[in-house]
């Protein structure tokens, strides 16, 4: 990407938006459009047309999305497929229409098949159905690389489409109710130590095992892929290292110095066994991530504890 060209970075209020963002301004680029919803609404094509039309992208980062954990999806199926969905649409539309030159789709490793071998590659992609637990989501995901694939054989588009695992770390959410794994557990250990609980209650058995890649390599393997002719269309965004709920559990109790007891709720669901990428493509393109799962965690802890002291975390 050129460093005066025109960025657009859709999402830029959430964890990777925001953490692209800075990292662009970072590396030298100073022509950055990052729109709040109000000035760019992705389900609303009259605002899409609007917006690409005054701006005139030249690069196109879509981040935005509807996301939450296990409990939200579930509680709202039609939002997590239908608003996904739509976004995708108006933007692939008006990516084609205005001629950008490359566009970055953000992916999820949601999409792989509940029953997919581990770790999962690239090619097993749509061998199968999605995890039940997130399924909306996960199909919206699915009809996303499908229109982004048909872009680029119709009209010749440039997208990449990264597919990252689980990810934390500066600007996730703490709300209970739509944070992400890691994230709503430094919450739960580090409220319980400073009310003084003695024990921590926790969904599922502690078994399924997850990967987890800090916000900080995720956007570092974002401008990486963009920045690369020759990456692939689809390709896995990840560590290629994963731990079990409860060993992160553990991990995350230990670090914010809980020392009570961990108990598990076995009546809630675990969702699929395993998650891990196999990200053979992406460590033979050159990419390799740099934060590892203790230090994300300390870093996690400590943002946790930052926004708390200053009043920024919701009840």
Not at 95 to 119: D, E
Not at 194 to 209: C, E, F, I, P, S
Not at 220 to 237: C, E, S, Y
């Amino acid at each position: 990407m050129e460093k005066n060209a025109v960025i657009l970075v859709t999402g830029a209020t959430g964890m990777v938006g925001g953490s692209l963002v800075r990292a662009l301004r970072d590396h030298g680029f100073s022509r950055i459009v990052s729109p709040p919803r109000a000035e760019l609404n992705l389900c609303e094509t009259s605002s899409v047309e609007t917006y690409f039309q005054r701006h005139r992208p030249e690069y196109v980062f879509l981040l935005a999305a509807k996301v939450g954990g296990i409990a939200a999806n579930i509680a709202d199926p039609v939002g997590f497929l239908a608003d996904n969905l739509q976004m995708t649409v108006n933007g692939l539309a008006a990516c084609q229409r205005f001629g950008v030159k490359k566009t970055l789709l953000l992916g999820s490793s949601c999409i792989y098949p509940c029953a997919c071998p581990q770790p999962m590659r690239e090619e097993y992609l749509l061998t199968g159905p999605p995890e039940p637990t997130n399924e909306g989501y996960a199909l919206a995901k699915i009809a996303a690389l499908k229109l982004a694939a048909y872009y680029h054989r119709q009209y010749g588009m440039q997208i990449v489409c990264p597919m990252p695992c689980n990810i934390y770390g500066t600007g996730d959410h703490f709300d209970l109710q739509r944070s992400h794994v890691l994230s709503s557990l430094v919450r739960r250990f580090c409220d319980a130590c400073a009310n003084g609980l003695d024990a921590v209650t926790l969904w599922g058995t502690g078994t399924a095992r997850r990967e987890f890649m800090h916000v900080d390599d995720v956007v570092a393997g974002m401008l990486f892929l963009m920045d690369r002719k020759n990456a692939p269309d689809i390709v896995n965004l990840g560590t290629g290292v994963d731990v079990s709920i409860r060993q992160l559990a553990e991990k995350i109790s230990q670090a914010s110095g809980f020392q009570g007891i961990i108990n598990w709720d076995a009546t809630k669901p675990d969702g699929m066994a395993r998650k891990c990428l196999d990200c053979s493509q992406l460590t033979t393109l050159g990419f390799t991530a740099q934060v590892n799962l203790d230090l994300g965690i300390e870093r996690t802890i400590v943002e946790y504890k930052y926004l708390k002291d200053r009043g920024k975390i919701a009840a």
